[in-house]
């Protein structure tokens, strides 16, 4: 990990002000999810964010901009994640949203296949349409016409720019993540 942990205690005020957002948001979207440290600091993606607060606070802005217009659904939403985090080998972002996946529905075998990059044969057809677009953006192509019109045939055209847009906000996530080389935690059951 290239960049510790911001405590809050040292941070400007308009740099807590975000930390603190950020803290509230997460503990009431993402509370399986392990975000603090044992000092209440921030660890994931948020550290690089918080020490470079203009990058990373806009960054935050986007990302929580997609989720308080979320209208996919959230099975929907984690099959891009996954598909991303898995392209990327972005380590944060796949125990993230691996417990994210398992809290929505998922089976074990369909998060073990969409963490190594494959897509599950249970998925249902907009899942497997955001699987298939998640996996074509995060393999640097561009989608083709076909592709597009089935995908905006089964999520609408608000929902297919929703999810490029989505698909874009974790490859920014990951890029942060293993530029910072920021581990998984460790996690005891």
């Not at 960049?3 to 400007?12: A, D, S």
């Not at 929907?76 to 991303?84: G, P, S």
């Amino acid at each position: 990990m290239r960049i510790v942990p911001f405590h809050p205690e040292k941070m400007n005020q308009e740099v807590r002000y975000v930390h603190d957002e950020v803290v509230n948001l997460i503990t009431r979207s993402q509370g399986p999810v392990k975000m603090l440290n044992e000092e209440g600091a921030l660890i994931g993606p948020f550290p690089p964010m918080l020490h470079f607060p203009q990058f990373g606070i806009p960054a935050l802005s986007f990302v929580r901009s997609l989720d308080s217009h979320a209208t996919l659904p959230k099975k929907v939403r984690e099959v891009a994640i996954l598909t991303v985090g898995a392209a990327f080998g972005a380590r944060f972002e796949l125990y993230a949203h691996e417990i994210m996946a398992h809290h929505f529905g998922f089976s074990q075998a369909e998060i073990a296949s969409l963490t190594s990059g494959f897509r599950p044969y249970e998925l249902n057809a907009e899942e497997a349409v955001a699987y298939e677009i998640a996996q074509v953006l995060a393999n640097k192509r561009i989608i083709s016409d076909s592709a597009y019109a089935h995908a905006e045939k089964l999520l609408g055209s608000e929902g297919i720019a929703e999810l490029i847009f989505l698909i874009g906000a974790y490859v920014l996530l990951a890029t942060v993540l293993n530029g910072f080389d920021v581990p998984a935690p460790e996690v005891n059951d």
